[in-house]
C-alpha cells in the first residue's frame, strides 16, 4: 500500500490552463514538502509544511501555491501553466522531530504542458 | 537559498569496481547527512544516511564518510553490480531541520 499517494499519475494541461496536484500521507508525519524534478534541475526543493503552516517557500513564482486542507494533505495549485512547468513533481514527508530520518518520497505526477 | 554539489555528474565503472561520489554544503548548521537512489521512472529511495556525529557509516557495500570541517560527504559503492546503475542524490537538512536540499545528481552506469 502506497503511504504517500500522489494524484494523477500523469497529467497533461494547456499553455495557460490552471491544475490541482493532489498528495496524501498516511504515515503520520507533521511536515510535508513539494519537490520539482526536471532534466534542468534534478529535485529542486519548493515548499514545507508543518502543521499545516508554511514553513519554507523556494519557488520564486506566485503561480505555484500549496494548499493544506488537513494535516496530511498537501496539494500545489499551479496557475497559467507554462511549457517550462513540464516536470515531475514528487510531495514528500517526515516526521520533524525524527531528524528527517523518515523522509519518504510519493511516487510522483508527470505534468506535460503542451 | 542552500546549496549542495554533487560530482560527478555522471559515473561509468566496471562491476566489482568502486564508485565514489561527492558533495559539499554550505551550511555549518546542517545535520544530517541523506543518500537516496532513484530508478528510471521511480522515486528516490533513502539508502543511507549520516548525522554530523559520525564520520563514517557502512551498510553492507555502501560507505558514506563525512568531513564537517571541509563541509564535505562522500558515498562509496563497494564491488559494484549492474543493479546498482542509477541515479543518484546526496542530501542535506537545511538550517532549522527542515526540508532536505538535494545535490544535482550523479547517474551511476555499472557495466559487466
Known amino acids: 500500500d502506497p503511504k504517500i499517494i500522489q494524484k494523477p499519475k500523469y497529467l497533461v494541461a494547456v499553455t495557460g490552463s490552471e491544475k490541482i496536484l493532489i498528495c496524501e500521507q498516511y504515515?503520520?508525519?507533521?511536515?510535508m514538502y513539494w519537490y520539482r524534478q526536471s532534466a534542468k534541475k534534478p529535485l529542486e526543493f519548493m515548499f514545507s509544511?508543518?502543521?499545516?503552516?508554511?514553513?519554507d517557500n523556494q519557488t520564486a513564482s506566485s503561480r505555484f501555491q500549496p494548499q493544506s486542507s488537513k494535516k496530511n494533505h498537501l496539494d500545489l495549485q499551479i496557475t497559467a501553466l507554462k511549457p517550462d512547468d513540464s516536470a515531475t513533481y514528487f510531495c514528500a514527508s517526515s516526521h520533524r522531530d525524527r531528524g528527517n530520518s523518515d523522509y519518504t518520497f510519493g511516487s510522483g505526477t508527470r505534468l506535460l504542458v503542451i | 537559498g542552500e546549496q549542495v554539489e554533487q560530482l560527478p555528474s555522471i559515473l561509468r565503472v566496471q562491476e566489482r569496481s568502486s564508485a565514489s561520489i561527492n558533495c559539499t554544503y554550505e551550511n555549518s548548521a546542517s545535520n544530517y547527512f541523506p543518500w537516496y537512489k532513484q530508478e528510471p521512472g521511480e522515486n528516490p529511495k533513502l539508502i543511507i544516511d549520516i548525522r554530523s556525529n559520525m564520520e563514517r557509516k557502512q551498510i553492507q557495500g555502501l560507505i558514506v564518510l563525512l568531513d564537517k570541517k571541509a563541509k564535505r560527504f562522500s558515498l562509496h559503492i563497494t564491488d559494484t553490480q549492474p543493479a546498482d546503475s542509477a541515479m543518484y542524490f546526496c542530501a542535506a537538512s537545511a538550517k532549522g531541520g527542515r526540508a532536505l536540499i538535494f545535490g544535482t545528481g550523479t547517474t551511476v552506469s555499472v557495466s559487466p
Open positions: 509544511y508543518s502543521y499545516q503552516k508554511l514553513m
Open positions: 504515515l503520520g508525519h507533521n511536515a
